[in-house]
């Protein structure tokens, strides 16, 4: 079975950082872009950024500059490191991958089970 496995969330004091991971457990045959969401309260949920396969890194708007994504040389682990400039960085994180698992399958969207990041001002 292929899963998102995400670690690294918790509390973090307004103005630290905190570095978010996310692991492909299971086997794929092809990995393209990987990528963090986030979703607060009440809000619907919006991308923060996602690598390519090729290591290119974009970032969702308003989100450069707050965040920094990349991606292991496995091509199957991408991390966050979220500088917590504001309290509105607090949200529940996820983790989102395109992949197939076979070379005959379909690219099919997967997503982690999500991970809660508290800011305390």
């Known amino acids: 079975q292929v899963q998102l496995v995400e670690s690294g969330g918790g509390l973090v004091q307004s103005g630290g950082s905190l570095t978010l991971s996310c692991i492909v457990s299971?086997?794929?045959?092809?990995?393209?872009?990987m990528a963090w969401y986030r979703q607060a309260p009440g809000k619907q949920r919006e991308l923060v950024a996602y690598v390519t396969s090729g290591d290119n890194a974009i970032y969702g708007e308003s989100m450069e500059g707050r965040f920094t994504i990349s991606r292991a040389n496995t091509k199957s682990t991408v991390t966050l490191q979220i500088d917590t400039r504001q309290a509105e960085e607090a949200a529940v994180y996820y983790c989102n991958a395109n992949m197939r698992r076979t070379d005959w399958s379909k690219w099919c969207e997967y997503w982690g089970q999500g991970t809660q990041v508290t800011v305390s001002t």
């Open positions: 299971g086997n794929v045959y092809s990995i393209n872009n």
